[in-house]
């Protein structure tokens, strides 16, 4: 009770009751102490069902989160250990082990005070989801010791279902790549990987039966590292669901096998990444006879009761040019009203109908993306909405569970923001609580055109982390978006010290284009530069295909930019307090002259920059491409200091500056290299 008295409500201000928590708890009570860890920290695990013991997993998830956080280069050395009886700084209690794929309990209650840590859940999975969270509150001193604020937590997820896809097939992804971000995963609480392991340019598992699959691709994970994988991944509570995807997105299957193909023709594995519409002939028994038998064996190996079949993407062209399937297509009555034309969603429910069947006869649930939603869909498939709300709301109405990956597409390179708006169950959301009920969650979708393992883990973090917190959080604790973004640059770093390369793998790639010279200024610009939005890099002149290097300014440059985001908050600052500038008298012309200098010494940077660059593109082919993008920086930022030294003054822009101005700005959305200047709306607020 007197813990509970001294503890501040949840009501405080937005960051005291975060602090550097992401996602954000359901319920958060901070106290005034803290807990010092001590030279030697001791951890005692109890559990109360002794018949399901998984003790070695919560075991080597303290070690792997918590115990890299109490022993990081910067602190001071401790001893880290177990001990099974007598007092402990860490006391773990749970009830019994959890089962991700069964939905187990993930709430947990997380105790800390000046005397010790105590974490209990009644599950094993709600001890690892309080494990990230106990991570998250090690703070260093000055002293370089560690210590953690007082603390009472109880917490739980808002959505059973918070995923990430990482596609393997347009670029294979090593084992390695899929361990780290597992783990950054588990740190941020995400449950599901979706393994993304087929498609046109590629099928990446090994396969027994039907052996030529995989052969045809060249690279494949094996058997024993899937196993490899599932394993890493139970142990972090997370759930892989993998996805291999019918009838379209096949031509790597009929590169193996070109009788599944709707015409009779052979094929390569794809070398591009324009949408193929090739699709596997629906009409033939040897086609579900094929897909059998794979699937009788990837059941097997993945344990997950879900199974995803894809079925998207298929928009019937190949099947209305074949006369055996127009035949099948008029016997059948699969023709629109004018007795002439395929109903291609007809057909196509014809194939979900038997793929479901072949599903289930393996004890498995469907999972498929929203194309697959339509009449005649037995209910327990499971709808998965890439195209819109839409299709999430009419699978719920229909009475199917279902997932949102619209408005998650972080391969899109829009803002952590722009993710972290979209929400599964809006307030306006048209479900009754009954449908909303069907709503499992989401997923953040990582497609891999343009994306290798090199540069993939800047693709994915940290803006998955935002997705991963409206997830997990209660809605109404997710709409502070600069909070958001204060905690998104604290996790990022806590993410490094796990072993992501979101920040390493791009400063590489950008010092073998730069070399040591010229290291600084490149990435000076980087920094502000932004690959273009959506998958506009398909139709700017440059032809991609899989065997395309992706190491030039575009794939080192930040999906979103942080450097130009700060800018902006400092021009808003800046325009908020401009009034004072010119009126010394003002109480807020300290925090006015501290913004104009902010701002003023960004600009002097960038106009300064183009001349240090020049050399490098001179000698330098591949980064020429970008002078433009260096050039319009310089003249932009020559602006924006003639605009600060109006404010300075109390001077109004003339009509003639302004547009000037106007112009200049217009001329700076044009991209170069397919990447483009991620600063212009700030400096368009500046200017204009």
């Known amino acids: 009770m007197l813990l509970l008295s001294s503890l501040l409500p949840v009501s405080a201000q937005l960051n005291s009751v975060t602090r550097n928590l992401l996602p954000v708890p359901s319920s958060v009570r901070w106290g005034n102490g803290q807990f010092v860890v001590k030279r030697t920290f001791t951890v005692r695990i109890t559990q109360e069902d002794l018949i399901t013991r998984d003790n070695g997993s919560i075991k080597s998830t303290t070690q792997k989160l918590l115990f890299s956080q109490l022993t990081s280069p910067t602190s001071a050395f401790i001893n880290t250990r177990f001990t099974e009886t007598g007092p402990a700084d860490l006391t773990i209690r749970y009830g019994k082990a959890g089962r991700a794929e069964l939905f187990d309990e993930e709430r947990y ?55 990430l896809l990482i596609d393997a097939s347009r670029h294979f992804m090593p084992v390695a790549l899929i361990k780290r971000n597992l783990d ?92 193929s519409n090739m699709a596997m002939d629906p009409t033939k028994e040897s086609t579900y006879a094929l897909i059998d038998t794979l699937f009788k064996e990837m059941t097997a190996l993945f344990p997950d009761p879900y199974f995803h079949i894809g079925g998207d993407e298929n928009d019937g062209r190949q099947w209305r040019r074949s006369p055996r399937i127009m035949a099948f297509a008029r016997a059948n009555n699969m023709l629109k009203s004018d007795g002439k034309t395929l109903d291609k969603h007809v057909l196509q429910t014809y194939f979900n109908r038997r793929v479901l069947a072949i599903v289930t006869k393996y004890n498995k649930k469907m999972v498929g993306w929203d194309e697959i939603l339509g009449p005649g869909l037995p209910q327990d498939a499971v709808i998965q909405s890439w195209r819109g709300k839409k299709g999430l709301n009419d699978a719920a109405q229909a009475g199917h569970a279902t997932l949102l990956s619209n408005g998650y597409y972080i391969d899109l390179n829009y803002s952590a923001a722009t993710y972290y708006a979209t929400d599964p169950l809006p307030a306006d959301t048209p479900l009754t609580p009954a449908q909303q009920k069907l709503v499992l969650g989401g997923e953040a979708t990582m497609w891999a055109e343009f994306a290798d393992s090199v540069v993939m883990d800047s693709r994915i973090w940290p803006r998955t982390a935002a997705v991963a917190e409206r997830l997990w959080s209660p809605a109404a604790a997710t709409q502070n978006v600069p909070d958001m973004y204060r905690r998104l640059a604290v996790v990022s770093t806590q993410l490094e010290g796990l072993g992501l390369l979101h920040r390493k793998a791009p400063q590489q790639l950008l ?55 700060e800018f902006g908050v400092a021009v808003d600052t800046l325009l908020v307090y401009r009034s004072a500038l ?107």
Request: hydrophobic share 40%.
């Open 184 to 275: 950054g995963m588990a740190a941020v609480k995400m449950n599901v990987l979706h393994w993304h392991l087929s498609d046109d340019q590629g099928f990446r598992v090994e396969t027994r039966s039907l052996p030529r699959l995989h052969q045809v691709s060249g690279q494949y994970y094996t058997q024993a590292q899937v196993r490899e994988v599932l394993a890493y991944a139970a142990k972090r509570g997370i759930r892989v669901l993998p996805e291999f995807d019918v009838p379209s997105h096949t031509i790597a299957w009929f590169a193996a096998y070109p009788e599944l193909a709707s015409n009779d023709s052979t094929y390569g594995v794809y070398q591009s990444w324009r949408t």
């Open 582 to 688: 010119a009126d010394k008298s003002s109480p807020k012309v300290r925090p006015a002259k501290a913004a104009l200098a902010t701002v003023r010494d960004q600009l002097r940077i960038w106009q300064s920059n183009d001349e240090l660059l020049k050399p490098l593109f001179a000698t330098a082919p591949a980064l020429t491409e970008y002078a433009p993008l260096s050039t319009q920086l310089k003249l932009l930022a020559t602006l924006g200091l003639e605009r600060l030294q109006q404010l300075e003054n109390g001077q109004a822009p003339t009509p003639t500056w302004l547009a000037a101005a106007q112009k200049q700005l217009e001329a700076t959305k044009a991209p170069a290299g397919q990447a483009e200047l991620a600063l212009v709306p700030a400096m368009r607020k500046l200017l204009l």
């Open 109 to 163: 209650s997380l105790r800390v005070t000046p005397m010790g840590i105590a974490l209990d859940a009644p599950t094993s999975l709600g001890v690892l989801r309080g494990l990230a969270t106990l991570r998250q509150l090690v703070t260093d001193a000055p002293s370089g010791k560690k210590h953690l604020p007082e603390v009472d937590i109880l917490d739980q997820p808002r959505f059973p279902w918070r995923g």
């Open 511 to 565: 010092t073998q284009m730069a070399g040591p010279t010229y290291r600084v200024p490149l990435r000076t610009l980087a920094e502000v530069v932004e690959p273009v939005k959506e998958y506009k890099r398909h139709f700017q002149g440059f032809t991609y295909t899989p065997q395309t290097p992706l190491n030039r300014l575009v794939d080192a440059a930040p999906a979103e930019s942080d450097r130009a985001r």
